[in-house]
C-alpha cells in the first residue's frame, strides 16, 4: 500500500510562486514514477506533470510548460511541483499520484495509469 500526502498549497497573488510537495510512504519510492493533476470546480481532472523513476525526464502540459517545474528527492520520498508565474486560471485542487508498476521508461499524462493518489491539496491564485 501507497500513502501519498500533499503539502505546499494555498493562496497566492497572480505572479507568484507556491512549491508543492507530496510526501510518499512505501519502501521503493525510487522505482515509483510520480505526476501531478489539477482540478478546478465543474472541470475534469487534468494532467499537470510528470517524472521518471530517475528524475531524468519530465514532461508537462502546454499550460505549464515553462511556468512549473516537477522534480522528485528519491531518499526523501518526495516529489516536488514548483509553480511560478502563477495565475488564476492555475487555482484548483493539485493532486499527486504514483505509478507502481511501470517500466523505467513510464512517463505518462493519462489519468488512468496511475496507481495511487494523494488527497489533493488547494491552490486558490487571486487576480
Known amino acids: 500500500q501507497v500513502q501519498l500526502v500533499e503539502s505546499g498549497g494555498g493562496l497566492v497573488q497572480a505572479g507568484g510562486s507556491l512549491r508543492l510537495s507530496c510526501a510518499a510512504s512505501?519502501?521503493?519510492?525510487?522505482?515509483?514514477?510520480m505526476g501531478w493533476f489539477r482540478q478546478a470546480p465543474e472541470k475534469e481532472r487534468e494532467f499537470v506533470a510528470a517524472i521518471r523513476w530517475s528524475g531524468g525526464s519530465t514532461t508537462y502540459a502546454d499550460s505549464v510548460k515553462g511556468r512549473f517545474t516537477i522534480s522528485r528527492d528519491n531518499a526523501q520520498k518526495t516529489v516536488y511541483l514548483q509553480m511560478n508565474s502563477l495565475q488564476p486560471e492555475d487555482t484548483a485542487v493539485y493532486y499527486c499520484a504514483a505509478n507502481m508498476y511501470g517500466s523505467s521508461s513510464f512517463l505518462s499524462a493519462k489519468i488512468g495509469m496511475y496507481d495511487y493518489w494523494g488527497q489533493g491539496t488547494q491552490v486558490t491564485v487571486s487576480s
Open positions: 512505501g519502501r521503493t519510492f525510487s522505482r515509483y514514477a
